[in-house]
């Protein structure tokens, strides 16, 4: 979802890794992962375009559309949005399998957590 701010004032935007100004010339294109970017100025054109291919469909996880961003005008990008944050905390709370290897169970370390024995 995009949002548009303007007028006079601070505003504040919550960005995730490294942030990173990158200013585009006329015609200058950035294909980026869509959520990678944080913020662009108005001139900056803005399409979303597919990345075909089967094994991009079946394996390419969340890298399925990009961003492209055509210039004049500045884009920020992070290097680590939510869902790949997301994806590190759960990986590292053990939620991923670890726990109840012996029952089998799909939900992994979270039955641990809806049993009342925590993580």
């Given at each position: 979802?995009?949002?548009?701010?303007?007028?006079?004032?601070?505003?504040?935007?919550?960005?995730?890794?490294?942030?990173?100004?990158?200013?585009?010339?006329?015609?200058?294109?950035?294909?980026?992962?869509?959520?990678?970017?944080?913020?662009?100025?108005?001139?900056?054109?803005?399409?979303?375009?597919?990345?075909?291919?089967?094994?991009?469909?079946?394996?390419?996880?969340?890298?399925?559309?990009?961003?492209?961003?055509?210039?004049?005008?500045?884009?920020?990008?992070?290097?680590?949005?939510?869902?790949?944050?997301?994806?590190?905390?759960?990986?590292?709370?053990?939620?991923h399998g670890g726990g109840r290897k012996d029952e089998g169970s799909?939900?992994?370390?979270?039955?641990?957590?809806?049993?009342?024995?925590?993580?």
């Amino acid at each position: 979802m995009l949002e548009k701010l303007e007028g006079d004032g601070l505003a504040f935007v919550h960005a995730g890794g490294t942030i990173t100004r990158k200013d585009l010339m006329p015609g200058q294109t950035l294909r980026i992962d869509t959520g990678c970017l944080v913020a662009m100025t108005r001139d900056v054109h803005y399409d979303i375009e597919f990345v075909g291919g089967i094994k991009n469909t079946l394996f390419g996880g969340e890298g399925l559309f990009l961003a492209t961003l055509t210039g004049p005008g500045s884009v920020w990008v992070q290097s680590l949005p939510f869902s790949r944050l997301a994806s590190r905390v759960f990986a590292a709370s053990g939620m991923h399998g670890g726990g109840r290897k012996d029952e089998g169970s799909i939900l992994g370390g979270l039955g641990n957590f809806l049993d009342g024995d925590g993580f």
